[in-house]
Every structure is written in structure tokens, then in C-alpha cells.
């Protein structure tokens, strides 16, 4: 019974502390460009310094405007 | 670009652009790596899941010179309205939350309702069933707040919904839970209350999920109807301004290729203009000065000075928003699966649980035994497996079609999809590319040459001229001294020798250009509006699933009767926007669910009034917003995987209810004898989620 004491409120409030953390993520957009965050692991610091690309690897996407 | 130093003190502004071309990693870095260090710009971030790039730039850079800036890396841009979180959004949001904290709850008193099932007495039970309150009680307060108000909502209005038994289900069995804590009772049920509220919200937000979904791929999709123009002031000064600052007096300029912003009268130039999302026509019909042009339509030769007349809301595209207004009311009236099986159910279960009270009270049970049976009766039936049914399966489908090149915007939307017995196309635009295509390439000398000049405008002529030669393949020459004449077309030099691309001296019939070298007889290219590719089976197969087409059209007879013959398809011709939905208002009447697949603003309102519709990814953002699914890419032949799929997943929706159901059959006579404890309410509800769920994956390779 005195182990419950301690045992319980721990455990209650590291649920507590993960049901806040969540709350936090999703706050600061964490959230918000879920695909685009599965990409970015593929993008190399370098890659942020080269200007313009050298002939598109990619077509866009082509619409009569 | 105008090069601007951005002092730190000086408030940025924010620019938001769709950019439906990034496919990959490499996209993203290419867009912030390419943006960044261009003068003026502060920071771009892309959004991959939104398509879109936000950017933070000095305030004097204008949408022009943004827009420029993306094209030079290599990708087409479309300026959205930054509104911030959209109100949908945040509804998926305040789901989020309420799910997280009903998980986090059933989680913690699911830990203490074990250790009391497993045999804790007295006073431990005790302390367990008052945490448990503790961690419910507020849980249920914020938690069940979505299904307190729309249940009350129903209430109030005199009809119900799943959300009546639900929230009656879930406060009556809080309330007495709390009683047999106070009371030191042996059983509470606070864990089936908030696991049924946590299951069902898991319901709800794969709901709204799916719409934020599809309406991010919409946005990513939009076209603008020209958000602004670039106008001239009295002293000749340009400046961009976005459609809802323009006011009639104003001037504006409109470049060849660009979309009106505004209604008005021609002052100087002279071009012609694609009217097919405003009509249908797909003939382009000349503009001089003096004539009235209209917002929506796009310039295809020569730059224009317009003098605005209306803008905003007094254009004449806005009465078409008005009728489309008027026609969306009848779907909004259209009561979803769920809630219908709510209507049957849902008194069913009421009165259940009233006769179990009852039953129990004449055979002297005792008030408090028999309410704890009453709830039990309630709790095992509260459709917690038909709350995940329903969007389980809708959100599997949804994936499913989104991968083979659908979004469906909601899941009312699969539904209705799935009762259409009637399909009316539009022509231009939905049945063709709504795109010229250069006809007779083969004919054609000079290959090299011609790309070399095509590739070098912004003209839509060409452009399609420039993909149907890189399509085959055709390297481009050099071609020296390029310069574009406005109104004309393309000058050059080869090999010595002039070569132009432009406008045919000749009065062609229809879209034509026409290629000069030398002094050479010139040779006429002539472009046609091409039928998509996989029409005639994907209207096939719409037969085969008992669906009968026909086209109705804004263009003349002449123009439709060579597709229609083509297609064997009945058509009507010449009609408005209101004969459009005439038509499906006498097939409505006639009890036809119809199908209404168009692009253009024309259509806008029969797609509002359809059973249920569908644009293509190339129509306007008002055919778009109209449509309950966009189709992407060139072929039509989505348009028949939707049905098959909407129908096959109401299949799997119905199997969903047949096993919700079957359980309840198996659980109810239990529950009315009063042998559901908690442990066996617990037990039944997850394991008929889980078989719901399990059901509704089968899905996953439906749109294969």
C-alpha cells in the first residue's frame, strides 16, 4: 500500500508529462508537414547553398494557365 | 528582381505560393536553397504536405517578382491567400487533442481497472475507483465535448443522431460510476467510458483527416482566377495589386497567358481570348478596343490594357457563385450512412435499455441494480464499432483512391459517389484536355528550329507546341537573336537565315501558328482541343457499372458533334450555366442520382447541384471547390476506379455494420441479464474495433 503511494502518482505523472509534450509538439507545428519531414532527412546541408539548378530533375507539373 | 537591402528592423512580409510540381527531397532543397540567398528574401520553408512554400521577403518585392524568382528555379507557382489555419484545420486539431487526452486516460484507468479485476478488495478498490474518477471525469468533460454539442444540437433541432446515444451512454454511466465509488460499489465503469469516447474520436479524426487531405491536395492544385493585375496609374507607375484591391476606373495590364482579374472594356491592344471556363466555348473569340472582356478568362496572344469596370463581387462570375450557392443546398441536405443506421438505432437502443430499467425494477431488483444494468445495456450497445465503421473504411478508400490519382473531399462524398446511377459530362475541359494540341507534327521540317523559337515564349500556343516536341524527343537548335514581338510571336536567326514563329498572316480556322525561314511559303501549324486519353473505356466501364452518359455543353452544336460522334454520346449544346442545372434538376426529378463531371467555372454551378461530382485537377479553383473529387493527370479513366471504388467500400462499410451489429446481438442478452461487468464491456468493445478496423484495411488495394 505505501509502495502504491509512491508508485502511482509517478507513474501517473509521467503519462502526464508525455500527454504534455505531445500538446507541446503539436503546438510548435511539429505536426504540420508530416511528408515533408519524412523528405528532409534526404537533404544535405550543402544542398542549401547552390543557387540555381543545373536543368530541372523534375518537369513541373505543366498546366495551360 | 528588384534588389532590396532587408534591414532587421523593417516588418517582412509573407508570401504563400502553391507549387503542385515538388515531388521530392531534391525539390525541397532546391526551392529554400534557391530562394534564401536571392536578394530581398528573408527565409522560404516549404510544406510538402500542402504543396506550398511560404516565404518572408521584403515588403517591396511583388507577387510577379516572387513568381518569377520559383520559375527560374525550375518550377510553376500559384499565389494562395495566406488565411492561416483554415477553420477545418483547427476542427482536426481540437481532435487531435481531445484524442490524446482520452487515450491518455483510457490508458491510465484501463492500468487500475486491472488490477481491481484481478482482485483488489476493499480499500485499495476504493482508491482505484477514486483515481479513476479523478482521471475520467475531467476526460469525459473535454473529451466528449464534440459528440455533447452535436448531440445537443440534434436534440434541440427534434432529430437524432449517433451522438444522442452516445453522450446519454457516457454521462449515465460516469454518473453512476461516481455513485458506486462514493458508495464503495464493486463495480465502476469509468474505463468503457472514456476507451468508447477514445475509439470513437479515433472515428471522428480519421473523418476530418480526410478532409484536410484532399483539401490540401486541392489547394496545392489551385489556379488562380488571376488573385490580381498588374495596374497603371495615372503617371504611368505600375503596381501589382491583388483582386480585391482592384475597383472599377482602375487600368490594368494583362500579359498573353495571363487570366483577367476584373471585368471591363479593352483601351489598347488587340488579342483573343479562351472564354471556356466562363461558357464552355472552347473557340477563342478576338478582343479589339472598345470590346468588354470579362474576369476569368484568359489572354492567349497579345498584352491588353483593360480599363476595369466591375471587380470582386460584381463581376460575372460572381452571379455564377450565386447560383451555385443556391444549387449546393440540396446536397448539404444529404444525411450520411452512419446517421441513417443512427435513426434506427439509436431509438433501439433507448428503448433497451428503458425495458432492461424496467424489467429489472418489476422484478424487485432495486433502483441502483437495475440503472447499473441499464447503463451496461447501454454502454455494450453504444455503436462504438459503428463509429469507426463508417470512417475506418472511408479513410482506407480515400488512400487507396489518392494513390491512383482521386482526392475525394469528404466521406459524404463516397457515399454519394457510390449511389450514382447517371454520369452528364461537360465537353471542353472535362472530355477534352481543355488544352490545344499541335495537330500533324510528322508533317512538320524543321523540328530543331521550331523548338528553338517555341521554347523561348510564355504563349500558350507555344508552350503546347514546346511539350509535343520535347515529348518526341526533338533537340533544339541554336537560334540566334530571339526576340519576342507582343501581338506577333518569336523572331530569330538560323543559320543566317530569319525564322519567326507567330501569328499566320492568313485567317486560319481555329487555333493555328505559323513557321517562317527565309522566304519560304510558311508552314501552318494548327492546334486542336484533344480528347483525353482512356475516354471511351472509362465511359466503358461507367456502363458496365450502370451508369449512362451523356455531355452537356456551353460550345455550339458544331464544335461538340465531332466529339459526341466520336464517344457515341448524346449531347446537349449551347446551354448555360442555369440549363445545366435544369437538366439535372429533370433527372433528379426522374429519381437519376447523377454523376456531374466538369471544369469550368460554367460548370460550377451543376457541380454544386449534381448527386455528386468531379473535376479534373486542370479545371478552375471554382470547378474545384465545387466538386466533391478532383481527378488528377490527363486520363479519365479515375473518374470510373472512383465509382467502382465508393461502391466497393459501402460495401465493406456495410459488412463493418453487419459485424458491429452481430456483436451487439451476442453482447445485449448478456447485458440484459446483467452479466456484463466491466471487464466484459471492455472486452467486446475493443475486439469488435479491432475487427472493424482489420475489415476496413482489406481496402487498402481497392484502386488497383
Not at chain 2, 479513476?132 to 448531440?151: H, K
Not at chain 2, 514581338?485 to 498572316?505: A, D, E, H, Q, T
Not at chain 2, 455543353?553 to 464517344?567: E, H, I, R
Request: glycine residues 10%; contains cysteine; neutral net charge.
Amino acid at each position: 500500500m505505501n509502495g502504491l503511494a509512491i508508485l502511482i502518482p509517478i507513474a501517473l505523472s509521467f503519462g502526464l508529462l508525455g500527454l504534455a509534450a505531445f500538446f507541446w509538439a503539436l503546438r510548435s507545428g511539429q505536426f504540420d508537414d508530416m511528408d515533408g519531414a519524412a523528405l528532409r532527412i534526404f537533404v544535405e546541408e550543402g544542398d542549401l547553398e547552390n543557387g540555381r539548378p543545373e536543368g530541372s530533375a523534375h518537369a513541373p507539373a505543366d498546366h495551360l494557365r | 528582381m528588384t534588389a532590396a537591402a532587408t534591414a532587421p528592423a523593417e516588418p517582412l512580409a509573407r508570401t504563400l505560393f502553391a507549387v503542385p510540381g515538388m515531388r521530392c527531397a531534391g525539390c525541397i532543397s532546391k526551392l529554400e536553397g534557391g530562394l534564401a540567398p536571392l536578394p530581398g528574401i528573408a527565409s522560404a520553408r516549404v510544406n510538402f504536405t500542402s504543396k506550398q512554400v511560404a516565404i518572408e521577403h521584403a515588403p517591396e518585392l511583388q507577387l510577379p517578382d516572387l513568381q518569377s524568382a520559383i520559375a527560374g528555379l525550375g518550377f510553376e507557382a500559384q499565389p494562395v491567400r495566406d488565411g492561416g489555419l483554415p477553420a477545418d484545420k483547427s476542427e482536426s486539431r481540437s481532435l487531435v487533442r481531445a484524442t490524446a487526452v482520452a487515450g491518455f486516460a483510457s490508458m491510465n484507468v484501463m492500468l487500475l481497472s486491472v488490477s481491481v479485476w484481478s482482485g483488489a478488495e476493499g480499500a485499495t478498490r476504493d482508491l482505484f475507483h477514486l483515481l479513476s474518477a479523478l482521471i475520467a471525469i475531467p476526460t469525459v468533460a473535454y473529451s466528449g465535448r464534440p459528440f455533447f454539442r452535436s448531440a445537443w444540437n440534434a436534440v434541440r433541432h427534434g432529430r437524432t443522431n449517433m451522438d444522442v446515444p452516445i453522450s446519454i451512454g457516457v454521462l449515465l454511466v460516469t454518473a453512476l460510476s461516481l455513485f458506486e465509488t462514493l458508495t464503495s460499489g464493486p463495480h465502476a465503469y469509468f474505463d468503457g467510458a472514456v476507451m468508447l469516447l477514445f475509439f470513437l474520436l479515433v472515428g471522428r479524426l480519421l473523418d476530418s483527416v480526410m478532409r484536410d487531405r484532399a483539401r490540401d491536395g486541392v489547394t496545392a492544385l489551385l489556379k488562380q482566377r488571376a488573385v490580381g493585375a498588374l495596374t497603371i496609374g495615372a503617371d504611368g507607375k505600375t503596381e501589382w495589386r491583388a483582386a480585391e484591391d482592384l475597383a472599377p476606373g482602375m487600368r490594368m495590364i494583362v500579359a498573353a497567358g495571363e487570366r483577367l482579374a476584373a471585368d471591363g472594356i479593352v483601351e489598347s491592344g488587340t488579342s483573343s481570348l479562351d472564354l471556356s471556363l466562363l461558357t464552355g466555348e472552347s473557340a477563342p473569340r478576338r478582343a479589339d478596343v472598345g470590346d468588354a472582356v470579362h474576369a476569368g478568362t484568359l489572354n492567349l496572344d497579345g498584352p491588353l490594357t483593360v480599363r476595369i469596370t466591375a471587380a470582386g463581387a460584381d463581376t460575372a462570375i460572381a452571379d455564377i457563385a450565386r447560383l451555385m450557392e443556391q444549387a449546393g443546398q440540396a446536397k448539404s441536405r444529404y444525411v450520411r450512412i452512419a446517421d441513417r443506421a443512427a435513426r434506427l438505432y439509436a431509438p433501439a437502443v433507448h428503448t433497451l435499455a428503458i425495458l432492461a430499467f424496467v424489467g429489472w425494477m418489476l422484478s424487485g431488483a432495486g433502483w441502483h441494480h437495475s440503472l447499473l444494468i441499464a447503463a451496461a445495456v447501454l454502454i455494450i450497445t453504444c455503436p462504438c464499432a459503428l463509429g469507426l465503421a463508417v470512417p475506418a473504411a472511408q479513410i482506407v478508400a480515400a488512400g487507396a483512391l489518392m494513390r491512383a490519382g482521386v482526392l475525394i473531399k469528404d466521406g459524404s462524398a463516397l457515399e454519394r459517389l457510390a449511389e450514382a446511377n447517371r454520369a452528364l459530362f461537360d465537353k471542353t475541359g472535362t472530355l477534352t484536355l481543355g488544352r490545344p494540341v499541335p495537330l500533324d507534327l510528322d508533317r512538320l521540317a524543321m523540328k530543331p528550329v521550331i523548338l528553338a523559337l517555341a521554347r523561348a515564349s510564355s504563349h500558350p500556343l507555344s508552350r503546347a507546341l514546346r511539350k509535343a516536341l520535347e515529348r518526341e524527343g526533338i533537340v533544339a537548335e541554336q537560334v540566334e537573336a530571339l526576340v519576342e514581338k507582343p501581338g506577333f510571336g518569336m523572331r530569330g536567326r538560323y543559320l543566317g537565315l530569319p525564322v519567326s514563329l507567330g501569328r499566320p498572316n492568313a485567317a486560319a480556322p481555329g487555333l493555328a501558328t505559323a513557321f517562317t525561314i527565309g522566304d519560304l511559303q510558311p508552314a501552318l501549324i494548327r492546334f486542336e482541343d484533344g480528347i483525353r486519353p482512356d475516354v471511351r473505356p472509362a465511359l466503358g466501364r461507367l456502363a458496365e457499372l450502370g451508369l449512362e452518359s451523356s455531355i452537356v455543353s456551353g460550345d455550339t452544336a458544331a464544335s461538340v458533334a465531332p466529339v459526341a460522334g466520336q464517344l457515341g454520346l448524346t449531347a446537349q449544346t449551347s446551354m448555360r450555366p442555369q440549363d445545366k442545372l435544369d437538366a439535372i434538376a429533370r433527372l433528379s426529378a426522374g429519381g437519376a442520382k447523377v454523376l456531374m463531371v466538369g471544369d469550368g467555372l460554367n460548370d460550377g454551378p451543376a457541380l454544386a447541384a449534381g448527386h455528386v461530382s468531379m473535376a479534373p485537377g486542370s479545371a478552375s479553383d471554382v470547378g474545384q471547390m465545387a466538386a466533391d473529387a478532383v481527378f488528377m493527370g490527363d486520363s479519365l479513366a479515375p473518374v470510373a476506379t472512383a465509382i467502382l471504388v465508393a461502391r466497393r467500400t459501402m460495401r465493406v462499410v456495410r459488412q463493418n455494420f453487419v459485424i458491429a451489429i452481430g456483436y451487439n446481438m451476442i453482447a445485449i442478452p448478456l447485458a440484459l441479464m446483467g452479466l456484463v461487468t466491466p471487464l466484459v464491456a471492455a472486452v467486446a468493445m475493443s475486439g469488435s474495433s479491432i475487427i472493424v478496423v482489420g475489415n476496413a484495411l482489406r481496402l487498402r488495394g481497392a484502386a488497383k
